[in-house]
């Protein structure tokens, strides 16, 4: 009898641990076991200690880690790597480093969303990471395409908490409510919550909306594409431009050693 065909695996790095954010981590593993195609296989992987604090110096630390994840997810055969993470940190330099596809959250997840709409308007969790987002966009080219970027006045406490309490939750949805109506103001046709605790508290049900406007999962697209990469890599061999000019040629061994051994 034959065995089963072994499943391709992904690497999908969080920016959380199980200490501070089991609410979210209990709703978003099985979420992503049940949206992961049955030749797929997502391990899960955390940070501790995890990215809780919205500085520019947390961001580094977890870009470090994502590279280095995304070397060790080559090398121990995965078939493909993502970040959980919508900030994006070190996701072109980790695409950089290894052959297999890397894919990050942010850039998926709103490459994604300009296929529903025509103008996309952005909300994250903290006011701090506004001019993250804008820097994001400017990377991707998507600055005309996006109306603005606001931020709902919210703890990590309070989304932990939503995430057990449904008063909590309801109070959370109005104010993401009044801040997405800002945007669909300003001409916003879909709406984009920058991180998986939000789109995982308000995106994850079938069809969610703010009058109309889709409000977005990234946490079930940025899976898909990586399934896609894979799929697309091994039907046609596609994958990043290694030309000079991309900024993805693949390091040569001593650059790739020197950078796995600096601490």
């Known amino acids: 009898m034959d065995s089963a065909p072994a499943r391709h695996r992904i690497w999908a790095q969080g920016a959380t641990d199980h200490e501070g954010h089991a609410p979210y981590l209990s709703k978003l593993l099985p979420h992503l076991k049940a949206c992961t195609d049955p030749d797929f296989e997502v391990d899960f992987h955390t940070i501790t200690p995890s ?9 580094f630390r977890f870009a470090h880690e994502v590279i280095r994840g995304a070397v060790r997810a080559e090398r121990e055969g995965y078939a493909a790597f993502y970040m959980n993470h919508f900030q994006d940190v070190g996701l072109f330099e980790a695409r950089a480093a290894v052959g297999i596809p890397v894919l990050g959250l942010g850039e998926s997840t709103l490459l994604h969303a300009c296929t529903l709409g025509r103008r996309l308007g952005l909300l994250c969790i903290n006011q701090g990471f506004v001019a993250t987002h ?20 919210a703890s990590i406490a309070d989304w932990m908490e939503a995430f ?18 800002v945007l669909i ?38 899976i898909k ?4 990469a894979v799929k697309l890599r091994r039907l046609e061999g596609l994958g990043p431009s290694r030309l000079p000019q991309s900024g993805f040629a693949l390091p040569s061994d001593q650059t790739l050693r020197e950078f796995l051994d600096h601490r």
Request: charged share 20%.
């Open 51 to 59: 990215v809780t604090t919205v500085h520019a110096l947390s961001e």
């Open 134 to 153: 804008w820097d994001q966009l400017a990377r991707y080219g998507l600055k005309e395409r996006v109306v603005g970027v606001r931020a709902v006045d």
């Open 225 to 228: 594409c990586a399934e896609m």
């Open 185 to 222: 103001d300003a001409g916003a046709d879909v709406i984009v919550p920058t991180g998986g605790i939000p789109m995982m508290l308000f995106g994850a049900e079938q069809g969610a909306n703010v009058d109309g406007a889709p409000v977005v999962n990234g946490c079930t697209v940025v």
């Open 164 to 181: 057990r309490s449904p008063e909590r939750k309801a109070a959370l949805w109005q104010v993401f409510q009044r801040e997405a109506r």
